[in-house]
């Protein structure tokens, strides 16, 4: 029965891990950058639920929705203003950007919140369900099910609206997209702030489950990055998957080798992936 306790734990963890890689895996594979700015945004909508609860009574699960929208605007104009002058250049220039931003990011919290761990203390915790002696905390469990719904509404934004599919033309062949008409920078624009949101509703979504602190986005960040490569990079399916893999990954890693090995763990099943299926598991081969 302890088996079925982990897999539970494991399942709930990689639901929120999704919610984390969904955003960056889609700006990567959009613009091709690896945003390092990705980790900052989730601990910054971590604060924007955090402040909006203990200052407001603001729910962390009605914070998704404001965070979302703070993060996602932030992003469009992050990339409108600054990335969208070097996103063209090579990886490494838009990689020092990032890193650059995110140091400011994180210098900017530090400064305003302090150093210190917090985490929410909800007043009507749901409280934990009892199933066959397999014990569910219900605030993680809800957070999981909302980060797999905005996954979902994401991956129905990429396929049904002509933005969707505006990101997706953008994302297979750029110079094609332009001769069809449509605005590139526009696009590029509204990918990072997609990617913005969910990386804002997924700090909300922490609030109630972990504690943060200002420098947590290099952990956020290294997550994502696994995620977004066992999954397969710009998949939205692909991120769910991964963040799946990844949880049970360190749910059951933390009992056989210990918790501070969980993440080792990941990296290796990393590598022996790579070697066996590069693109990813739901990636597409030569992307």
Not at 138 to 163: H, N, Q, Y
């Amino acid at each position: 029965m302890i088996f079925f306790q982990y897999l539970v734990n494991g399942l709930i963890l990689g639901g929120l891990y999704a919610c984390i890689a969904a955003g960056f895996s889609l700006v990567w594979g959009v613009l091709n950058i690896i945003n390092l700015l990705h980790g900052s945004f989730i601990v910054l909508g971590f604060y924007i639920a955090y402040f909006s609860y203990t200052a407001l009574g603001i729910h962390p699960f009605l914070s998704v929705v404001s965070t979302a929208v703070i993060l996602g605007a932030l992003g469009y104009v992050t990339q409108l203003l600054i990335i969208n002058r070097v996103v063209t250049r090579p990886v490494l220039v838009t990689l020092i950007l990032t890193f650059g931003l995110e140091l400011m990011m994180n210098n900017a919290m530090l400064t305003s919140f302090t150093a210190d761990y917090r985490k929410i203390i909800l007043d009507s915790s749901l409280g934990v369900a009892e199933i066959a002696d397999i014990f569910i905390p219900l605030d993680r469990a809800a957070s999981a099910v909302i980060a797999f719904l905005l996954i979902f509404l994401l991956w129905l934004t990429l396929r049904l609206t002509s933005v969707g599919r505006a990101i997706v033309a953008v994302r297979f062949d750029r110079e094609a997209a332009l001769l069809m008409g449509i605005d590139v920078n526009r696009t590029y624009a509204i990918t990072f702030a997609l990617g913005g949101a969910l990386a804002g509703a997924a700090g909300a979504l922490i609030s109630a489950s972990f504690p943060v602190a200002p420098l947590s986005g290099p952990l956020f960040l290294s997550k994502a990055f696994v995620i977004c490569v066992l999954g397969g990079v710009g998949s939205v399916p692909g991120a769910a998957v991964g963040g799946l893999i990844f949880g049970l990954l360190e749910s059951f890693g933390a009992v056989l080798f210990g918790p501070e090995y969980a993440l080792t763990l990941a990296f290796i099943v990393l590598i022996i992936l790579l070697l066996a299926r590069p693109h990813g598991i739901l990636g597409v081969r030569g992307y």
